[in-house]
């Protein structure tokens, strides 16, 4: 039942705001644990490739995407049952599931190991980990306790120190440390700025869009985050290419108009021609959204830029929640779906 405006406090999202604001540790954690770790021989590497889903997979996102804003475009998510065509013993495989039992994970884990590629699995346990340790698989065992949307920084940090370590990228230690401390030093702010927006858009059906690469991952994450966090329906996209489609479907379906708040995400690497498209589009559409807000990527190096959009759209889905009266802790379709599928093997 919604709260029509009636702020409520439960545990729910007590315990996500605790999750939220304890990134900066998960970020230190997992450079600690993931530095010393058993990893392959540092022999040729021809591909590199993440399988992951969810919230596991996001942290491969934030990876490539800091990735590719230095120049890197090597990594390939697969969110999948199955690996694309031509693996082979020089590929390297990160598997990825937080919770150990991603179905989708774990038949990409027996496909990798079929194929005698050099694998590597990040988790906190379940089947996934009994599979490495019982293969003699790199394990990087990381925390556990929380949902897989929340370990974020325990994933992306991961993959960051296995690549470097096998030779992959730079160390982006000195990233890692800025974004701790820019979380830290912004975090009661950002949180102020949170509760002040939820209450504005807490009936709005939320459109979210990235103005950079860079930002891409960051304007899906708060897309998944509305989702499963404050139970909305929400979509995100991307400029300029949302200003040569996408403009055309505003004010269609009529009773959405006056009722959509747009959230735009800005970064120093977005194009200036872009943010002219964004003004110009929202000049435009202005019949159909009632909010609209141009969030600003904080920090210096692409990672921190990142993470300062991501845990502001984190903060600003657990509002959310709690203006709407649902707990951001759970999600029983999901679980639902799964205790289906599980039954249907």
């Not at 079929?114 to 990381?142: D, N, Y």
């Not at 974004?179 to 702010?189: D, I, K």
Request: charged share 20%; net charge positive; proline share 4%.
């Amino acid at each position: 039942m919604r709260s029509r405006g009636r702020v409520v406090n439960n545990t729910g999202y007590q315990r996500m705001k605790e999750l939220i604001w304890g990134l900066p540790e998960q970020l230190s954690t997992a450079w600690e644990i993931a530095s010393s770790a058993p990893l392959p021989s540092e022999s040729v590497i021809d591909q590199v490739i993440v399988g992951a889903m969810g919230g596991s997979a996001m942290g491969a996102d934030i990876v490539r995407s800091i990735l590719e804003a230095e120049g890197g475009r090597w990594l390939t998510v697969v969110r999948d049952y199955s690996l694309p065509a031509g693996i082979s013993e020089q590929t390297l495989i990160l598997t990825i599931s937080y919770s150990g039992n991603t179905e989708e994970t774990l038949a990409v884990y027996d496909a990798a190991i079929k194929q005698r590629a050099k694998v590597v699995v990040v988790t906190s346990g379940g089947k996934l980990a009994e599979k490495a340790q019982q293969g003699g698989v790199p394990l990087i065992l990381i925390p556990g306790g929380m949902p897989p949307r929340c370990a974020i920084g325990l994933m992306s940090v991961a993959i960051l120190v296995v690549l470097n370590r096998l030779g992959r990228c730079r160390s982006f230690l000195p990233d890692i440390r800025e974004t701790g401390r820019l979380v830290r030093r912004n975090l009661s702010a950002w949180h102020r700025w949170a509760v002040r927006l939820s209450r504005k858009i807490a009936d709005r059906f939320i459109i979210v869009y990235s103005t950079s690469r860079l930002l891409d991952t960051a304007a899906y994450r708060l897309q998944c985050q509305l989702n499963e966090n404050a139970k909305m329906l929400a979509h995100w996209g991307t400029l300029p290419e949302a200003s040569h489609n996408e403009i055309m479907g505003f004010g269609s379906p009529l009773f959405l108009d006056g009722k959509v708040a747009v959230i735009a995400l800005v970064d120093p690497t977005s194009h200036s021609r872009t943010l002219v498209r964004l003004g110009q589009m929202l000049k435009l559409i202005r019949g159909t959204i009632v909010e609209n807000v141009q969030l600003e990527s904080a920090g210096r190096s692409g990672c921190a830029r990142l993470f300062s959009q991501v845990v502001r759209g984190d903060l600003l889905s657990i509002e959310l929640a709690r203006r709407r009266n649902v707990d951001p802790m759970v999600i029983p379709k999901i679980d639902r779906l799964k205790l289906v599928l599980a039954q249907k093997r």
